[in-house]
């Protein structure tokens, strides 16, 4: 594949992005994770070799299925990546899913606290998001707020994963602004969990179009796939 010569400009505007939201709304800039999930692998090896463009720690890597992501692990060997899943899992996959990545961002029911705790290594702890259905949507996969407390005490309890905090997918308004009540529940959800939790540091939340939103109402962490990679190619 032709190396992208646009990669880096769109690197550092996605940058610039995250730490111009976070000046005007007073916080710290959040981290990025690069949502590479349809991308292959040798676009994944060349945001990872651009590692150095921000002057910071190089962005992790989100992907939506198992099997996708161990062809690009296996690809890009012991390069120093950060593998994060963020697409729903099923319990059937948890096996590789806890050998495989560092985070698992998708954990809403606690069928899969065990079973991801099953196939990790307590020395080696996993970390781990409760995906929360903020707008209860239908046809979005996260448990309902009200869920959270009991799910954070199920994986406390293991000692092969390690609580960091929450994520969530607002429902996709045009305006990005109408996202924002979204984000400011899941902020109070994230307080409140953090109280509890001393583990808990990580709120994962916005994306290419709603960045802006997010860290104004509190993300650690955005995750960006096509203002980073641009538009992906049609279905074949």
Same mark, same amino acid.
């Given at each position: 594949?032709?190396?992208?010569?646009?990669?880096?400009?769109?690197?550092?505007?996605?940058? +610039?992005?995250?730490?111009?939201?976070?000046?005007?709304?007073?916080?710290?800039?959040?981290?990025?994770?690069?949502?590479?999930?349809?991308?292959?692998?040798?676009?994944?090896?060349?945001?990872?070799?651009?590692?150095?463009?921000?002057?910071?720690?190089?962005?992790?890597?989100?992907?939506?299925?198992?099997?996708?992501?161990?062809?690009?692990?296996?690809?890009?060997?012991?390069?120093?990546?950060?593998?994060?899943? $963020?697409?729903?899992?099923?319990?059937?996959?948890?096996?590789?899913?806890?050998? *495989?990545?560092?985070?698992?961002?998708?954990?809403?029911?606690?069928?899969?606290?065990?079973?991801?705790?099953?196939?990790?290594?307590?020395?080696?702890?996993?970390?781990?998001?409760?995906?929360?259905?903020?707008? +209860?949507?239908?046809?979005?996969?996260?448990?309902?707020?009200?869920?959270?407390?009991?799910?954070?005490?199920? $994986?406390?309890?293991?000692?092969?994963? *390690?609580?960091?905090?929450?994520?969530?997918?607002?429902?996709?308004? +045009?305006?990005?602004?109408?996202?924002?009540?979204?984000?400011?529940?899941?902020?109070?959800?994230?307080?409140?969990?953090?109280?509890?939790?001393?583990?808990?540091?990580?709120?994962?939340?916005?994306?290419?179009?709603?960045?802006?939103?997010? $860290?104004?109402?509190?993300?650690?962490?955005?995750?960006?796939?096509?203002?980073?990679?641009?538009?992906?190619?049609?279905?074949?």
């Amino acid at each position: 594949m032709t190396p992208d010569p646009h990669l880096e400009l769109r690197l550092r505007s996605v940058a +610039d992005r995250i730490v111009n939201a976070a000046r005007r709304a007073g916080r710290p800039p959040p981290r990025l994770l690069a949502v590479s999930k349809t991308r292959d692998a040798a676009e994944v090896a060349a945001l990872a070799a651009l590692r150095g463009a921000l002057g910071e720690a190089h962005p992790g890597f989100g992907e939506n299925y198992v099997q996708e992501a161990e062809a690009k692990m296996e690809a890009l060997g012991d390069a120093g990546v950060e593998w994060h899943l $963020i697409g729903h899992l099923q319990s059937n996959k948890a096996r590789q899913a806890a050998a *495989r990545f560092d985070w698992v961002q998708t954990i809403d029911r606690p069928k899969l606290v065990g079973a991801l705790a099953q196939w990790r290594e307590p020395a080696r702890p996993l970390d781990v998001l409760v995906q929360v259905n903020v707008d +209860d949507e239908a046809s979005k996969h996260g448990c309902n707020p009200d869920s959270i407390p009991a799910l954070a005490e199920a $994986i406390a309890r293991e000692p092969a994963l *390690r609580l960091r905090g929450l994520m969530a997918i607002p429902t996709p308004h +045009d305006d990005p602004e109408r996202r924002r009540p979204a984000f400011a529940r899941m902020k109070v959800l994230f307080d409140a969990l953090a109280a509890d939790h001393p583990t808990v540091d990580t709120l994962s939340m916005g994306m290419s179009d709603d960045l802006e939103q997010a $860290i104004a109402e509190g993300a650690t962490l955005v995750r960006v796939g096509t203002a980073l990679f641009g538009p992906r190619p049609p279905k074949e």
